[in-house]
């Protein structure tokens, strides 16, 4: 019978290891967004499909400035999740027991209608050409504040607390 020496069971041990870490790490990393498929606060989403019923999103990277980034596709933020959500505009889509609250990333200089889905508490602003009617145009996204009065336009405008965001729209 053999016996192996302190340095073949650290070898062996260590070769275990790195294969473990390389199976399994990838399947972690990779896969465990399937684990949580729901987006989590700060993160950025996207509308899957604008002609659903019902509004569905895809994780999409969010630009370091926090500001929308069109290369990204990035169409909402996540604002909170909880029972109710903060003050604000938010749209909100039922997630179990609570709620997902959403700010749009509304690009400035483009326009968009609002649409009703069947899952969300309030209609949602959708890109649209300028010239459909009802088009509302978002003039300006003031960072770090939350009141509408700064906007030209209050009674259209949007505003959010957390994170403090005004969105100015104004009729196109």
């Known amino acids: 019978m053999s016996r192996q020496t302190g340095f073949e069971k650290w070898y062996f041990r260590v070769i275990i290891t790195c294969a473990a870490l390389v199976v399994l790490g990838p399947m972690i990393y990779f896969g465990g967004r399937e684990l949580w498929p729901n987006p989590l606060v700060g993160e950025c989403v996207k509308q899957v499909d604008h002609g659903a019923a019902d509004l569905t999103f895809e994780e999409v990277r969010c630009s370091s400035t926090g500001r929308s980034n069109r290369s990204t596709g990035r169409e909402f933020e996540v604002g909170a999740i909880a029972s109710t959500c903060p003050p ?12 997902t609250c959403y700010l749009p990333a509304l690009n400035t200089g483009v326009c968009y209608v609002t649409k009703q889905f069947r899952n969300t508490d309030r209609p949602v602003h959708v890109r649209a050409d300028c010239k459909q009617a009802g088009a509302l145009k978002s003039e300006e996204s003031i960072q770090d504040v939350s009141d509408k009065s700064r906007c030209k336009n209050p009674d259209i405008s949007l505003a959010f607390s957390e994170p403090a965001r005004t969105v100015c729209l104004a009729k196109a």
Do not use: S
């Open 88 to 99: 604000g505009d938010y749209t909100t889509v039922p997630r179990g027991d609570e709620k």
